[in-house]
DNA sequence: GACAGGTGGG
DNA sequence: CCCACCTGTC
């Protein structure tokens, strides 16, 4: 079972490439961030026609988070992050595939800071943690996937030095992403190289891709009852090198299945 | 000799269309009209690596015209029409080529009638009647050419009925057209085939290329010197096909250079 | 640097 | 319907 997570940066904008993707890696669940498309504009004709079932939950302009599962029923169980119902901006989805509760989610920038934005990413991480504890209480098989826009540790960046007061590296931030690891969300790209340097993203800026200079930003988290099926997983780094790529680029694992306790 | 005229609408966004046009075209000079590029962004070097030498007179946003010749001489003689120095719209370039003088026009489409753009419109008209008697008064081989904005009459329409009011077929410039043409100056393409219904202009909207909804609004008009030297001439129709295409197509005629009286 | 979306123009 | 250009966002 291959899950994956793409920020597209423009569903429409980016569909040649997304299709030409989904055919070659042939993910079974992918997450997508920063779909950028009113709900009535999510290309599901041809998503379909490239053999996905999809939910998801757009806005104008901007955000915007879907869910696409190949030959598997969804069933979603929330469509916005508990714990504000005047949070407009769409986030979040939350379904159940095969079993496990996947989260799917586009976490706030907070740029600059500091400021209400950065307020904005904090007070979202608080709601998200209480969501992702229960989780943890109620021993589900679950999954946090998406664009965190957290760079969890100074070997995700290429110069540390240069992001300390970004609001992708706060120390707030990344103290909550260790606060998870601790509740028992496994970082699955980092458990399976814990010395790589790997990036999820590269600025469209002064060449940023050419430079190698990117940094780590999309993760999959695996709750303790699925982390012992964590098989192997990658960073699709050559579809940052395509043309009219998003400045993300793919993350995906594989889970075996077959291997519940 | 082949002498063109197109208006591009958009050079930077035509480019790729335009440099194919001109490798199968092959004219010797080319008016455009509409480079909807401010004078720093006129692609120079694309359009020399094409073979072509070019003079151009741009503006931000909107109209711009330019003269191009490939192994000639362009000799600039005016870079706006006289006779109003508060005009900054950048829609008249005038030069010597080939012992020639090429008139690069684009004339203001003066919708909607009545009101101030119609009597911008008529203004202008009434400045280059006084430029081109000039020209005849003084014998000269020139030539008038590029996007008039004027349905000269109803053949050159698909529907005549439909355009009454419309500052491209209404009477007043239709009057000036022939008054024109009375004082010398002949319409090529017109004088070729003096009954088909020739277009050169088709809308984006509505499928009207599809449905041959056209106009005829782009024309090459020889001063007396000239017109006895005209060999054939055409409308370049399949280009308005092409993917990415101005809603204009290019028009051309042969001059037999050697035939000088 | 690239996205969406709005504008003014045709 | 398509152009350029502006703004806001990341």
């Given at each position: 079972m291959k899950i994956a997570t793409y920020n597209v940066n423009g569903i429409n904008a980016r569909l040649p490439l997304l299709l030409q993707w989904l055919k070659e890696a042939s993910p079974d669940i992918v997450c997508l961030q920063e779909l950028k498309a009113p709900q009535e504009r999510f290309p599901l004709k041809e998503i379909n026609a490239a053999g996905y079932q999809a939910i998801w939950n757009g806005q104008k302009s901007w955000n915007g988070v879907a869910i696409l599962a190949k030959n598997r029923e969804i069933t979603e169980v929330q469509r916005s992050l508990p714990g504000d119902p005047e949070d407009l901006q769409s986030r979040y989805i939350e379904a159940i595939i095969d079993q496990m509760v996947i989260c799917c989610l586009y976490l706030p920038n907070g740029n600059p800071y500091p400021g209400a934005k950065f307020d904005y990413k904090l007070s979202w991480i608080k709601r998200l943690q209480r969501r992702t504890n229960q989780l943890i209480k109620m021993e589900l098989p679950a999954i946090l996937i998406g664009d965190f826009n957290i760079i969890p540790e100074p070997i995700d960046v290429y110069k540390p030095e240069r992001w300390e007061n970004d609001a992708l590296y706060r120390i707030e931030v990344r103290k909550a992403y260790k606060e998870l690891q601790k509740k028992g969300w496994m970082d699955s790209i980092r458990t399976l190289y814990p010395e790589e340097k790997i990036y999820t993203f590269w600025d469209y800026l002064y060449k940023a891709y050419d430079r190698n200079a990117g940094i780590r930003l999309d993760h999959i988290l695996l709750s303790p009852f699925l982390s012992p099926q964590l098989q192997s997983g990658g960073v699709d780094r050559h579809v940052r090198g395509?043309?009219?790529?998003?400045d993300h680029t793919p993350v995906w694992i594989i889970l075996d299945r077959s291997s519940k306790p």
């Open positions: 395509w043309e009219k790529s998003s």
